[in-house]
């Protein structure tokens, strides 16, 4: 009965409180979205109004964070969760946005065990403890299809979370998933990037995603939604997982044109 009023609520907030079509229009032409349905933009217009008025965002430095620059961060954001629904961001309140790379501490350990610790360089850090940082330069490389997309990367860190509180690549998987089959697809393209990164080899795929198992779930699901063929000829066997995961098939809604140069400017955003 909770979520019945709950939702009842948010349905006529949304009813009342639109993005507008001045804000909204330019951000559908993002490469990343290009290919979405009308009826695909229009629920991800209604996630992006509410992922606006439930997190808090936080600008740091110099950065004057616009309306525009609001929602091109929000249709970004709620892609992954496109079809999984607007309470997958439920446990999480806070964006800091810096104006460019930022300094954090990091630990993580690399694709041959040695453990790095020290204050790093980030695009971009999902925290445990609630927040999401963002480097704004970084968000606006992120919509271009060429598998790399900090927001999408950081938010797979955060949908990952939900399963124990810390990233591991192994998130709390969707009614009817088969464990087994998620622990084989991502552990057979995990050694075989390891293996790449060992032998120097090259690789379609950003071998950032060979450092431990939840930076390969986050980079795989950058090349999910970004470059979904590269993925599914890759490693077919992720792909048929993500798809299950995050209830979408990129491939479906691909065209002649996806990879084609695209010419979009957002100087308004800069």
């Known amino acids: 009965m909770f979520n019945y009023f709950r939702r009842k609520r948010r349905d006529r907030w949304l009813a009342q409180h639109p993005i507008a079509d001045e804000l909204w229009l330019p951000v559908t032409t993002m490469p990343v979205l290009k290919n979405l349905s009308a009826s695909e933009l229009a629920r991800l217009r209604e996630l992006a109004a509410w992922f606006l008025h439930t997190k808090a965002i936080s600008p740091k430095g110099e950065l004057v964070f616009s309306d525009p620059m609001r929602v091109v ?14 309470e997958a961001y439920d446990d999480w309140q806070e964006i800091i946005i810096y104006p460019s790379q930022f300094l954090a501490p990091t630990r993580h350990v690399d694709h041959i065990g040695v453990v790095h610790e020290g204050e790093y360089a980030l695009a ?30 950081e938010l797979a860190h955060k949908l990952d979370m939900c399963n124990g509180g810390h990233a591991n690549g192994y998130p709390m998987l969707n009614a009817g998933m088969d464990h087994d089959d998620w622990k084989s697809a991502f552990s057979d393209a995990f050694a075989h990037l390891q293996t790449i990164a060992h032998s120097n080899d090259h690789s379609p795929i950003d071998l950032y995603a060979a450092t431990n198992p939840a930076e390969c779930f986050a980079v795989l699901s950058e090349v999910f939604f970004e470059r979904p063929l590269v993925l599914q000829e890759s490693y077919p066997a992720v792909y048929e997982q993500l ?6 098939n990129p491939v479906e809604r691909l065209h002649p044109q996806r990879y084609r140069q695209v010419q979009t400017h957002y100087d308004y955003l800069q």
């Open 243 to 248: 798809m299950q995961f995050y209830k979408q």
């Open 124 to 153: 971009g850090q999902a925290r445990g403890d609630g927040p999401v940082l963002f480097s704004w330069h970084d968000v606006m490389e992120g919509p271009w299809l060429d598998g790399w997309n900090v927001v999408i990367h």
């Open 73 to 86: 961060l929000a249709a970004q954001a709620v892609l992954p969760i496109l079809n999984l629904g607007f």
